[in-house]
T-cell receptor, first 113, second 112 residues
Framework: DAGITQSPRHKVTETGTPVTLRCHQT?????MYWYRQDPGHGLRLIHY???????DKGEVSDGYSVSRSKTEDFLLTLESATSSQTSVYFC????????????FGQGTRLTVV | DQQVKQNSPSLSVQEGRISILNCDYT??????FLWYKKYPAEGPTFLIS?????DKNEDGRFTVFLNKSAKHLSLHIVPSQPGDSAVYFC???????????FGKGTRLHILP
């Protein structure tokens, strides 16, 4: 398995509170991605990073921010959680050299009540 | 605007027969296409990919076909096995910025 760890694996939080999800990799891959999975929507890209301090928006970036201060960590922050952000969040990593597939973490189930 | 489309939410196939999962895309800037398999409570796992310069790639029971003129790709699984029951996601990478965009997925049921 690719060395990718998401934390926490499960979280319940209240509406309006800030939440940070962490993705940690040991593969030294350049690219890191955050997706959310929802019924009827599949996997939607929130933000991604193509290097330290280099990030870009995905399809559903509103309400989310990210930071990547070092190669191995990619943080996803919900500044003020809303019920619509209840979802399963997946982090993925990719080498990007030529092409290699993206490897996914196990996911974080976030519930906003 | 959905750039990667999987129009069949679910598909049921008899064990031992061929499963064909379809995917359409709208963006000509995609240069790689991938298929992922996902079981409940797990992250997606990579199955097979194809470059936009090819029209077929085969790996064991899995074959992906790409028709660029129709902006269509398909995943063939033959013979289908019970362990193939899962959700299958089609994905495409955009060359200029390495974004990987996924479809909504197709749930495959292999019937005994």
């Amino acid at each position: 398995d690719a060395g990718i760890t998401q934390s926490p694996r499960h979280k319940v939080t209240e509406t309006g509170t800030p939440v940070t999800l962490r993705c940690h990799q040991t593969e030294n891959h350049r690219y890191m991605y955050w997706y959310r999975q929802d019924p009827g929507h599949g996997l939607r890209l929130i933000h991604y990073s193509y290097g330290v301090k280099d990030t870009d928006k995905g399809e559903v970036s509103d309400g989310y921010s990210v930071s990547r201060s070092k190669t191995e960590d990619f943080l996803l922050t919900l500044e003020s959680a809303t019920s619509s952000q209840t979802s399963v969040y997946f982090c993925a990593i990719s080498d990007g050299q030529g092409f290699t597939e993206a490897f996914f973490g196990q996911g974080t189930r976030l519930t906003v009540v | 605007d959905q750039q990667v489309k999987q129009n069949s939410p679910s598909l049921s196939v008899q064990e031992g027969r061929i499963s064909i999962l379809n995917c359409d895309y709208t963006n000509s800037m995609f240069d790689y296409f991938l298929w992922y398999k996902k079981y409940p409570a797990e992250g997606p796992t990579f199955l097979i990919s194809i470059s936009s310069i090819k029209d077929k790639n085969e790996d064991g029971r899995f074959t992906v076909f790409l028709n660029k003129s129709a902006k269509h790709l398909s995943l063939h699984i033959v013979p289908s096995q019970p362990g193939d029951s899962a959700v299958y996601f089609c994905a495409a990478r955009r060359h200029r910025d390495d974004k990987i965009i996924f479809g909504k997925g197709t749930r495959l049921h292999i019937l005994p």
